[in-house]
């Protein structure tokens, strides 16, 4: 009888399991970004109490800010896949936050909560790449110091 290896070590190399938790990291700043939008779509035309969201969005600023942190302290990894994924993502990402700027600007949002929705856009336009770059870049070769 063969036994094939479990589905969530299949591939994965002994440096996959010294990598930092940046998936788990990135997930979570994404949700507190996304509850903290609802929150303030649930409550529009309204004018909405921006304290939760304002919680929120500090609380995914330093959950993001830890990702970086752990992950820039990662040595033997594929730091070019990284960065080739990471540059194409933020570009595609900057176009998308944009145009939901653009919109936020053209429907009249007021100034504070447009700058709460900037500040989420920000965070979700640095997340989402960075996530994308370590998920790509995790299976491919560790880069050689030449």
């Known amino acids: 009888m063969v036994t094939a290896e479990p589905a969530e070590h299949a591939g994965m190399d002994a440096v996959d399991h010294r990598l930092p938790p940046v998936t788990e990291l990135a997930v979570g700043t994404l949700v507190l970004i996304i509850v903290g939008g609802i929150d303030v779509a649930a409550r529009l035309p309204q004018q909405a109490a921006l304290w939760l ?80 770059g370590f998920s790509v870049a995790r299976y491919q070769p560790v880069d050689r110091a030449d």
């Open 53 to 132: 969201p304002i919680v929120l969005l500090v609380a995914a600023v330093v959950l993001l800010i830890a990702n970086v942190v752990v992950l820039s302290r990662v040595q033997a990894f594929a730091w070019h896949t990284f960065f080739l994924v990471v540059r194409y993502a933020v570009l595609a990402y900057i176009v998308i936050a944009g145009m939901l700027e653009f919109v936020f600007v053209l429907d009249g949002t007021p100034g504070r909560l447009l700058a709460l929705l900037t500040a989420m856009l920000v965070v979700f336009a640095v997340d989402i790449p960075l996530l994308f």
